[in-house]
């Protein structure tokens, strides 16, 4: 066994564990759709499944990309001891638990934002996020849809975090769940929380597929992945689109 050997397993691990995940999320999220009767993507049959294809076939390259940066992580961790993902927890780490989910989420969300916006100007959105916006509009299975570039910036930043902020594993998994579901949800073609929640305090602070799809739509406004925080800021929130609920 070399020296490389843990790497290249771990990297193989988490490459294997990204697709089982994509297909459990966005096939489970796809079922579910398809059980309330509704049509996710283009009304023809035929354009929608080779829509469909399309998004499954990218989907399956940036979950290998996504891998070899969270393989290193993995790797880092268990073999190595480099990062700051933490196994016990003590008091402190108790009260820092929720601290570290929301920092992770605000920093992720924040990465997100500016990349996204910076993936809508003119030529990187011809070469790179088109791929995206080809799903006209979205499924469940387009949560993953991208042009390797762009699945490489957004598999970057999450395992870059592990090295220099402190996360026990069961929080970093909850930030994992949580980036999985909403990547899906709001790409599924229907809207699943209750209008008084995407239409009060919830839906104010919290994206749901109502305000995504907005962006798929109109292309040039809400660019958030979790908050309509950036969005505010920078005065590119353009509110909800009508939807299925």
């Not at 910076?118 to 080809?134: D, I, N, S, Y």
Request: proline share 5%.
């Amino acid at each position: 066994m070399t020296a490389a050997t843990p790497l290249l397993i771990a990297t193989a691990q988490v490459m294997l564990i990204v697709i089982v995940r994509y297909f459990a999320a966005s096939g489970g999220f796809a079922l579910w759709t398809a059980r309330r009767g509704i049509v996710a993507g283009p009304a023809d049959p035929g354009r929608r499944r080779r829509q469909i294809a399309a998004e499954i076939r990218w989907s399956l390259v940036s979950a290998l990309i996504y891998g070899l940066p969270a393989g290193l992580m993995l790797a880092a961790w268990h073999q190595y001891g480099l990062t700051q993902i933490q196994s016990d927890l003590g008091v402190a780490g108790l009260l820092w638990w929720p601290v570290s989910v929301a920092l992770y989420l605000f920093l992720h969300d924040s990465w997100f934002y500016w990349t996204h916006r910076w993936m809508h100007t003119p030529r990187l959105f011809k070469h790179v996020h088109a791929v995206h916006h080809a799903s006209k509009p979205p499924t469940a299975w387009a949560a993953m849809s991208f042009h390797p570039w762009e699945a490489l910036s957004g598999a970057l930043l999450i395992p870059a975090l592990v090295f220099v902020i402190p996360i026990h594993w069961s929080a970093l998994a909850v930030v994992l769940t949580v980036a999985t579901v909403m990547g899906v949800t709001n790409h599924m073609g229907w809207e699943m929380f209750p209008a008084s929640w995407v239409e009060g305090w919830f839906g104010r602070h919290i994206i749901t597929a109502s305000h995504h799809e907005a962006h798929h739509a109109r292309y040039n406004c809400n660019y958030g992945l979790y908050f309509r925080f950036w969005d505010r800021v920078c005065g590119t929130d353009r509110g909800l689109a009508t939807f299925r609920r």
